[in-house]
């Protein structure tokens, strides 16, 4: 479960200083499903930062099952991200060297696996979405959808408590986004995850459950029911 | 996965990964080029030091030089020639032919042959062997008579007496023609002991015709004549030669392994003492050490116990050669080091600085790698381990090209000229050349004109390839160094907002 308190991140823009959050207290429960939506440069993806316990905030607390991310040293917030937090970008961020299946790999090397067991578990990952066949081929031999798989099984491939996705659809075209929507959200039902996603797709904003809003480094949290 | 990462992300960037190695590898192979050359140096002054002291010879202990006394102690050697200024009865055209030949003692200074046995029994000495320095200077030709003119109108009168010039004018008349006509001929004898033919200047020729010494031969009217030398003067094993009137019979023609010989010929010890009026007398003690590490503590020893003497090593002669191959050898440790250092160093910042950039253009690699968990740590050994990949790729590539420089070095063998000893004559105006008799009293001077032609070699030695190596993974480090720091500085949420 995370619990944010009054999380602030400043950042200086020349002589002048940028509030990216401002006092932002959240509660995000164990399987719950939150999408962020908010204007560009209203501090969507630093929250996710965060979250994801990429960036430290200015002040407050960002706790993960009651640790704090924001003063945990730098080896043990790693070995956070190694093992609970999956990620997933906009832009797929996958080594152009390494086929899809090592891509998927790269997960799982932190945590000091075995290499044969590495590759089982990746090629089992890339059969869960879909890629089984193509796990030998290069990220530029894949389409944007597949480069986006590849990048989904790669996230959630060591089983992670938390997956975040920062516009997961956001290079993707509408029958694609719908795709990957679906494979996300198959995914969350069944590992039980915490799913947050930042958006700027108000199509898929208004079928999440749970909406956070985020502008001028202030969140509004709006509850529904799912549709 | 550390190893298919490195090898596909070099491979991604194999035209970097050239430029980078080509770099290391253009240093490295500069590295080796120049320390085999600077190999094939030591190597040839070797070969001229050879030349002068024969195989096994560490130092030579000569007398040292006496100072100079206004001239007056020179004049003592000075050779003087007598000729009777006869008539020349038995000709009508001319003085009969004269000849002299006088044997000088090469440089003036000898030593007691004792002096031998007190340098063999210093400590660390193995072998020690005396030698004299010998020169023969030959004055050959006659005089020719002038034919006196009456002048017309006086009465008749003789002929000037030899030596009187062209031609004068005398009361009533005038002498024409007449004069005198020598031929001066120079050569170097070596006086070596029979019974130890295993040390000195000898050793660094061999017997190409006819025998050796043999070691009763002590003092018998033989020589062994020098291959140039005899070809010059028609000389084959049997010939004669006389010497002071004294004839020796050539029993052998020794050929140098480098450049020139020692002397024209060499006779036995005893023999040459006699020749030159100089009964137990020697120039030279050819030592050598029992170990070679421990030349100058040998040298310090015998100049300590052996007073009046002057100890040179090979090191000190090396430091008196001249001429090509001393400028090659200059410009192989001063420039050759320094453009090698230069172009090394040149590569290792050309390295660093691809190997900065192409971490900057990873950005987004890194930072998603350290998002999913990557410690910093690994990141770096990663970067560092390419870069060390593309420093061993140089290697091989230098190590390649060093090796086939060296070669065509040794290919094309340049002749480089070695002039050994400082300038400066004998005194009392003595030729130069001959064998190594002294130190910088005796050798060095006796050897001022002593100049080899010696072919240059580039010997790769194993220890040029292990520093071709270690500047590889050097060079790989360094470079590595330059792109690790940038890594481990990156921060994944900076990494991955720069590109976003």
Do not use: C
């Not at chain 2, 490195?6 to 970097?16: G, H, N, S």
């Not at chain 2, 160094?481 to 994944?492: I, N």
């Amino acid at each position: 479960m995370y619990q944010l308190k009054g999380v602030t991140k400043q950042y200086r823009r020349g002589k002048e200083a940028v509030d990216a959050l401002a006092g932002v207290d959240l509660v995000i429960g164990d399987g719950d499903r939150l999408v962020i939506q908010g204007p560009t440069g209203g501090g969507k993806s630093t929250l996710l930062q965060m979250l994801g316990g990429l960036d430290r905030p200015t002040s407050g607390t960002v706790e993960l099952d009651g640790v704090d991310l924001a003063s945990l040293p730098e080896a043990r917030l790693t070995k956070v991200r190694a093992e609970s937090i999956g990620f997933v970008f906009q832009s797929f961020n996958l080594i152009p060297t390494l086929s899809a299946r090592e891509n998927v790999e790269t997960a799982l090397v932190p945590l000091g696996m075995r290499a044969a067991d590495r590759r089982e578990r990746a090629a089992e990952a890339l059969a869960s979405v879909g890629l089984g066949e193509r796990r030998s081929h290069l990220p530029a031999e894949l389409s944007g959808g597949q480069q986006q798989r590849v990048a989904i099984a790669r996230a959630l491939v060591k089983r992670p408590k938390v997956l975040l996705a920062d516009e997961p659809t956001g290079n993707l075209d509408e029958s694609m986004r719908d795709e990957i929507m679906e494979l996300l959200e198959g995914l969350w039902k069944e590992h039980g995850l915490t799913f947050v996603m930042v958006t700027h797709d108000s199509a898929i904003a208004r079928k999440a459950p749970r909406l956070a809003t985020i502008e001028r480094g202030q969140i509004k949290v709006t509850e529904r029911a799912e549709r | 996965m550390f190893f298919t990462y490195l090898r596909r992300e070099l491979r991604r960037r194999r035209k970097a990964a050239l430029v980078v190695a080509s770099g290391l590898a253009l240093g490295i192979a500069l590295v080796i080029v120049v320390s085999s050359v600077s190999s094939g140096m030591e190597q040839a002054q070797g070969k001229v030091l050879q030349s002068l002291y024969g195989l096994g010879t560490d130092m030579t202990v000569t007398k040292a030089a006496a100072p100079a006394e206004d001239g007056s102690g020179q004049t003592e050697g000075r050779p003087r020639f007598r000729f009777d200024a006869t008539d020349g009865e038995d000709s009508d055209a001319g003085g009969k032919e004269q000849s002299s030949d006088r044997v000088m003692v090469q440089g003036f200074q000898t030593l007691s042959a004792s002096t031998v046995s007190k340098v063999g029994g210093q400590s660390g000495v193995a072998d020690a062997v005396g030698g004299l320095s010998l020169q023969v200077m030959k004055v050959n030709g006659r005089f020719e008579r002038g034919a006196f003119e009456q002048a017309p109108g006086s009465a008749g009168g003789r002929a000037q007496p030899p030596g009187g010039g062209g031609g004068s004018d005398q009361q009533g008349g005038r002498v024409r023609g007449g004069g005198a006509d020598f031929d001066v001929d120079s050569y170097s004898v070596y006086g070596t002991d029979v019974g130890k033919l295993d040390l000195g200047p000898l050793t660094s020729s061999k017997i190409s015709k006819g025998r050796t010494f043999t070691g009763s031969e002590a003092d018998a009217k033989v020589a062994v004549a020098d291959a140039s030398y005899a070809e010059e003067k028609k000389l084959s094993v049997g010939d004669t030669v006389t010497i002071s009137g004294t004839k020796i019979k050539v029993v052998g023609i020794a050929t140098p392994d480098s450049g020139d010989a020692a002397a024209d010929l060499y006779l036995p010890l005893k023999r040459a003492q006699t020749l030159a009026d100089s009964k137990n007398k020697i120039t030279t003690v050819y030592v050598k050490a029992a170990d070679s590490q421990r030349i100058d503590a040998v040298k310090s020893a015998i100049q300590k116990n052996v007073s009046g003497t002057t100890v040179t090593t090979s090191a000190d002669l090396a430091d008196t050669v001249s001429g090509s191959l001393s400028t090659a050898s200059d410009l192989a440790s001063s420039v050759g080091k320094w453009l090698s250092v230069a172009v090394l160093v040149a590569a290792f910042l050309v390295a660093g600085l691809l190997t900065s950039s192409a971490v900057s253009r990873r950005v987004r690699e890194f930072g998603t790698l350290k998002a999913l968990g990557w410690k910093s740590g690994r990141v770096t050994r990663q970067v560092i381990g390419e870069a060390v990949v593309n420093g061993l790729v140089g290697g091989v590539l230098g190590i390649a090209a060093g090796l086939g420089g060296a070669y065509a070095v040794t290919a094309i063998s340049p002749t480089l000229t070695a002039e050994l000893g400082s300038a400066g004559g004998q005194p009392g105006g003595g030729t130069g050349g001959g064998p190594g008799g002294g130190g910088p009293g005796g050798a060095l001077r006796e050897s001022a004109s002593k100049a080899l032609d010696i072919s240059l070699t580039a010997p790769v030695s194993v220890t040029a390839i292990a520093l071709a190596v270690g500047l590889a993974v050097t060079g790989g480090l360094v470079a590595g160094a330059f792109g690790a720091l940038r890594a481990s500085r990156l921060r994944p949420a900076d990494a991955l907002r720069r590109v976003e």
